[in-house]
């Protein structure tokens, strides 16, 4: 036993991964590689139109094929209930089919290479309906309905009740969502400005990705209790939704998730496959495991929002932002998802992220015959950040004021309340543009590119700036933002933390056990997380919205402080100290001032255990974030804090040939605090890449609702020699709420990436496109266009 | 259900041709990068006996043999690459392997698989056009192997279509050892250096001598169901100075003489910008290289 | 459907399994052998996940024909378990905190092997192009060229 130990801290050190080890020796299970013991392999048939009627289906050839257990229609399945956001599809589809990808039957079977070939045996007779591709043809008059018929359903979700007219099937047109916001008065705004711009950008389809494909195992015992194996990032929310889509009670419902290869919001909402999976296990009384291919994780897995977005903004000769006209159409697909509620988010970015004193914002979500979008990383702000930060530029350029002041002027400072009820008690906006900039060389590199751009030469070279807010400490769009954590210490020091949060690949289970080893004075190989079982761990929202680290940090850290607290009063107890001066470091009990060791935790934990009290070191804590809902005007203080950055972006075009490379991007990320280094910069190197792709690379082309390219060979992920140099600092603002003065990361680093390439782009040849992505083609075709290309 | 229902895996060539006579419905495997996924597809429907030609050892390697270099057809692109002879005589097909598929393909796909699979945008077509390759062939009718060898360009047929008859095996590629003063490029259009299926291709080939192009090839990929010679811009380019009026000229052949289809990776109007563009970069760059 | 025998070694292991003709080693491997951390990506060999070595050179495993494999030596993630290389790179991906969901890593490492053997010392450019065949949708790449980097240092 050491006689003293000084104090000494994890935070902002660089801590590998607690599953990094399993990972990189090919031994982690994920779904894929799980097998239950009986199983079946389930398949799904899709449509083969766009939009039809389901005149018959005739499954008898596939049910005589041997080896084949079951095969389903909305016909065996009449107790199904609709799903989704808006409630406005079966996972069956009954009628008609609204997209290529919708779900008609389902075989069991017991080799995917069976069930393969029973789908082939499925006859389907169709009519064909008018296919609605664009959502402006879906709202003209007279326009096709793509959800006539009532499903008598109604949405539950308590949260969207704000969200006007939302989508309930049987409306008389073919608006799924409407949402409408309002600040100040913008027709004053207008007057007031010396300078109006207006324009309409076009944001595309892009979809997650997530390198392990999508998959799920179900199965009841012989009461009838139901077991998932589930990819999911809401394991809590999605017991009752399951209860209330298969008309059974949630607490027969149990989630396990095993590892998971890649989230990225994909796995927020119950897609069909799952409860059409549960019916194979229900016809079959067998365990079903049901495992996409990668064209099929293309054609039907969530993309992110496309939407049209026209901004009206204005400013003053001094620079002062006056107003912020915005409407949008989002192309809903053919059903309500996650990507309808975007607006929550752009709203934000539109009111927010700089000073405007008068906002006016509306959307629409259309129904189309499309792929419909959920939720992806940045929900809807690298779209709308995309607007409003070249907007920016072109209004700096127009009164003469350099790309950076204007921005300095307009943002916002610590202890602002922004007219939408959001309460910026830390911020680090203006350090992050300054860095930014310094860093990058940015205002000397703007100069002397813009001198550059009309003197001959094939390649140009171009940097561009541009921001972001985004929510850093949770958001309360649920009843609920909480999440709960169980702590239990063995009686040899070991730490078992239980915690509602899921991993996904991003490190949430380091950071906790991370922030658990801080309060207790532990190394980290003395905790062991569980967090993957709704039978055993506690409640928590799920994964989303940048929260785990703040909201599960924060829970993680309550439990452990009772820990604590417990540990120190019977120590003091035990050697007749003040518990006040006593502190726990290295798996010891010690003196706070001098560092002079009591006796081992260990010890303490035995003696504990084992005296006449008996008693266990077992805490739990429950961490509900200080933030409010918004009002039905989408106002309020909906996080608990709010995470801030600047990036820029240095761009070489090629004239020639209209491709950008991107050479560097400079990041300034205000989060907080640094609480794993290496853990941090992963997030943010993945983000950048992954706003990289999203500007530069990767589009899901959709022809009349058809995907085009629904494979890697012509969906163009970023590959590694195309990176950028990157430089990210962090700047430290110390949240007030945060664990240890910590903000969500997760989502900040894709969100401005695109925005600033367009001004890149623009400060490299003068030409501003204002429709993503920015394609080989379509930069050489606007280079064309303005005379550009040498 | 496919109809596969024999496997077998000659050790000799003419074991093979033999039994590719006498079976007549036969799916050939040589590297599998391109026959695994187009099956699984079903762009590709099994004959009767796939036939594994990997075991056959007259298919591999390379020689120098009466001033060509042959490459046997099941020769991977990283064994290309890898080889002096390739390296000394035929650099072309160096460069062009590095910015084929990724690496783990470059070990396992074939020059014979890349060719026999006819496809306009096949990465080795153009650059084996340029160099003058032909293609050695081998069957065996009756009693006697029988062979036969024909230029490249003739072989093709369509996407996916070649000359090959049921019967017949590629057995290799020969391509003349290029004479002194030979200057050769190889275009693959592209936004990253390889794993990228390109949206044109341009080669460019010929004796340089005093500033002069003689015996000119040109070929372009992915603008026609095959790649294509580019005989007006050979023309343009034939005994002229390269200088900046003849680069224009051929620039502007080029442009004119392709006439590719619109689909996911470029419309035909970007194509043929592009054929314009770089058939102009490549003739610069062999002017202010040579 | 026509079956067939092959024998071959599978981490040093002799091994002989009976599969259908046109079945993928990537298939053969996971759910004949048995041994899952060799991963399903896409079946295109368009991003690495299933990479192999075969007579220690590295494919894609999805493009492969498990019959190739018969009278070969096959060598998955599991196998580097027994290769001092191997761990090394393996310890450097959980070092320079290049494992984020994990998915992408077999693949990688496999990749990484392959690379480090043929250019013990290769640039960060080079390791770039080494792993251009191998996707990842989380890290963005830095720290596994870090790793590999690393991993080619030691």
Same mark, same amino acid.
């Given at each position: ?89 079966? /996972? ?107 324009? &309409? ?48 009670? /949630? ?209 140009? @070279? ?74 055993? &761990? ?5 994964? @989303? ?87 039905? @005007? ?98 430290? &603002? ?57 | ?6 496997? #077998? ?61 042959? #490459? ?20 072309? =097909? ?142 343009? =380019? ?36 592009? #054929? ?15 | ?50 990479? %192999? ?35 090394? %790179? ?36 080079? %390791? ?15 720290? %596994? ?10």
């Amino acid at each position: 036993m050491p006689e003293a130990i000084q104090k000494d801290t994890l935070i902002g050190k660089r801590i590998t991964k607690l599953d990094a080890p399993e990972k990189a020796g090919g031994k982690t299970r994920y779904i894929q590689d799980l097998d239950v013991q009986g199983q079946l392999y389930g398949k799904i048939l899709r449509s083969s139109r766009v939009h039809a009627k389901i005149k018959s289906i005739d499954t008898s050839a596939a049910k005589a094929l041997s080896g084949v257990h079951a095969v389903i229609t909305a016909a065996d399945v009449p107790y199904q209930r609709p799903i989704g956001v808006a409630k406005d599809h079966f /996972p069956l589809k009954t009628d008609r089919v609204r997209s290529l990808r919708d779900e008609i039957a389902a075989v069991a079977a017991e080799s995917e290479a069976i069930a393969e070939a029973a789908l082939k045996l499925i006859r389907v007779e169709y009519e064909d309906l008018p296919v609605l591709a664009d959502p402006n043809e879906s709202l003209k008059p007279g326009a096709p309905l793509i959800h006539p018929e009532p499903h008598g359903a109604t949405a539950k979700h308590d949260h969207l009740k704000q969200a006007q007219g939302i989508a309930y099937a049987g409306k008389p047109d073919n608006i799924a969502m409407v949402f409408d916001y309002a600040q100040g008065d913008v027709a004053a705004g207008e007057r007031e400005s010396d300078v109006v711009f207006e324009d &309409t950008f076009h944001l595309h389809y892009v979809t997650h990705c997530c390198m392990g494909v999508s998959g799920i195992i179900a199965e009841f015992d012989s009461s009838g209790n139901l077991l998932m194996y589930s990819n999911t990032q809401v394991p809590f929310l999605h017991k009752r939704e399951f209860a209330e889509i298969l008309a059974m009670d /949630p607490a027969r419902i149990r989630i396990i998730q095993p590892p998971i290869g890649g989230g990225f919001g994909s796995k927020l909402d119950i897609y069909p496959f799952e409860p059409i999976t549960v019916f194979l296990a229900r016809a079959t009384g067998r365990p079903v495991k049901l495992i996409f291919t990668r064209e099929e994780e293309f054609l039907a897995s969530p993309t992110r929002q496309p939407v049209i977005l026209t901004l009206r903004s204005g400013c003053k000769k001094d620079g002062t932002l006056t107003f912020r006209t915005v409407s949008t159409l989002h192309d809903n697909g053919a059903y309500t998802s996650w990507g309808a509620t975007t607006p929550f988010v752009m709203m934000q970015t539109i009111s927010s992220l700089y000073r405007v004193p008068h906002c006016l914002y509306h959307t629409k979500a259309v129904y189309t015959n499309n792929p419909y979008a959920g939720s992806f990383r940045g929900y809807g702000n690298l779209q709308a950040t995309f607007a409003v930060e070249q907007h920016m530029d072109m209004m700096a350029e127009a009164i003469g004021m350099d790309p950076l002041a204007f921005r300095l002027k307009n943002a916002q400072d610590p202890g602002e309340v922004t007219p939408q009820g959001m309460h910026f008690k830390s911020c680090g906006l203006k350090e992050c543009l300054t860095t930014a900039a310094e860093a990058s060389g940015f205002l000397a590199k703007a100069g002397a590119n813009r001198a550059n751009r009309d003197k001959p030469g094939r390649f140009k @070279h171009g940097i561009g700036i541009a921001s972001m807010l985004h929510v850093g400490g949770g958001a309360k769009i649920y009843p609920s933002d909480g999440c709960g954590t169980i702590l239990k210490m063995d009686d040899f020091g070991s730490v078992t933390l239980i915690t509602g949060a899921s991993e996904i690949g991003q490190g949430s289970e380091t950071v906790l056990a991370q922030l658990v080893c801080e309060e207790l004075g532990l190394p980290l190989s003395a905790v062991r997380v569980i967090n993957n079982d709704t039978e055993i &761990t506690p409640w928590d929202v799920g994964v @989303h919205a940048s929260r785990t680290t703040f909201i599960a940090g924060n829970s993680a850290i309550g439990a452990a402080k009772k820990a604590r607290g417990k540990i120190l009063a019977a120590a003091g107890k035990m050697a007749d100290l003040n518990p006040d001066e006593l502190d726990l470091r290295g798996g010891h009990i010690v003196e706070a001032k001098s560092g002079k060791v009591v006796m081992t935790l260990a010890k303490l934990l035995r003696q504990l255990h084992f005296s006449d009290k008996a008693e266990l070191v077992m805490t739990s804590f429950y961490y509900e974030p200080p933030s409010k809902h918004q009002d039905k @005007h989408f106002k309020g203080d909906v996080s608990a804090a709010y995470a801030w950055a600047t990036q820029v972006v240095e761009v070489e075009v090629d004239t020639d040939t209209g491709i950008v490379r991107l050479l560097k991007v400079t990041g300034a990320h205000d989060v907080g605090r640094v609480l794993n280094r290496l853990g941090i910069e992963g997030q943010i190197e993945g983000g950048i890449v992954m706003g990289q792709g999203y500007a530069l690379t990767e589009e899901l082309l959709v022809e009349n609702g058809v995907v085009r390219n629904p494979g890697f060979r012509d969906y163009k992920l970023v590959t590694a020699p195309e990176i950028p140099e990157m430089d990210v600092r962090f700047i430290e &603002t110390m949240d007030g709420e945060g664990p240890q003065g910590a903000k969500g990361v997760g989502e900040a680093p894709a969100i401005c990436i695109a925005a600033a390439t367009a001004n890149a782009i623009e400060n490299a040849t003068g030409v501003r496109i204002m429709a993503l992505p920015f394609t080989p083609e379509k930069v050489y075709r606007a280079l064309k266009a303005k005379g550009q290309h040498h | 259900m496919t109809a596969l229902d024999n496997y #077998i895996a000659p050790t000799s060539l003419e074991q093979a041709v033999e039994q590719l006579q006498e079976l007549g419905e036969v799916t050939i495997l040589a590297g599998g990068t391109d026959l695994m996924p187009q099956a699984n597809a079903g762009r590709v429907k099994f004959k009767r006996t796939l036939m594994n030609i990997r075991r056959i050892p007259e298919l591999r390697g390379i020689v120098r043999e009466d001033g060509e270099i042959r #490459i046997g057809a099941l020769t991977t692109i990283a064994e290309i690459m890898a080889h002096p002879l390739v390296s000394e005589h035929l650099p072309l =097909l160096v460069s062009t392997g590095d910015h084929f598929a990724s690496g783990q393909i470059r070990n396992a796909a074939t020059l014979g698989g890349n060719i026999c699979n006819a496809s306009p945008a096949g990465d080795t077509l153009v650059p084996l056009m340029v160099l003058g390759a032909s293609v050695e062939l081998a069957s065996k009718p009756d009693d006697k192997l029988f062979r036969r060898s024909m230029p490249l360009p003739e072989f093709f047929v369509g996407p996916g279509k070649t000359r090959l008859a049921p019967a017949e095996l590629l057995t290799a590629v020969r391509i003349p050892i290029p004479p002194k003063g030979f200057v050769a490029r190889f275009h693959k259009f592209g936004t990253r250096p390889a794993l990228d299926i390109s949206a044109i291709s341009i080669g460019v080939a010929g004796v340089l001598k005093d500033g002069k192009l003689s015996q000119v090839r040109v070929a372009f990929g992915a603008v026609a169901p095959t790649p294509v010679c580019g005989c007006a811009t050979e023309e343009a =380019l034939e005994g002229k100075k390269l200088d900046a009026a003849t680069i224009d000229a051929a620039a502007q052949a080029a442009q004119d003489e392709v006439h590719p289809i619109s689909d996911v990776r470029a419309s035909a109007w970007y194509r043929k910008e592009m #054929i314009h563009n770089m058939t102009r970069r490549i003739l610069e760059d062999v002017a202010a290289n040579h | 459907m026509s079956q067939q025998t092959i024998d071959f070694t599978l981490n040093g292991v002799p091994t002989r399994v009976s599969v259908p003709v046109q079945m993928s080693a990537l298939e053969m491997i996971r759910n004949v052998a048995g041994l899952t951390g060799t991963k399903y990506g896409c079946g295109e060999g368009e991003c690495g996940a299933c990479t %192999i070595l075969l007579d220690g050179v590295s494919l894609n495993s999805c493009l492969l024909f498990a019959v190739e494999c018969d009278g070969r030596a096959v060598t998955t993630i599991e196998g580097l378990a027994a290769d001092p290389v191997g761990l090394r %790179i393996e310890k450097a991906f959980v070092d320079a905190g290049a494992v984020q969901c994990g998915f992408c890593t077999p693949g990688m490492v496999m990749q990484a092997k392959q690379l480090l053997e043929q250019n013990p010392h290769p640039s960060r450019e080079e %390791i770039q192009r080494g792993i251009e065949g191998n996707l990842c949708r989380c890290t963005g790449y830095v720290k %596994i060229v870090d790793a590999i980097e690393a991993a080619s240092k030691e």
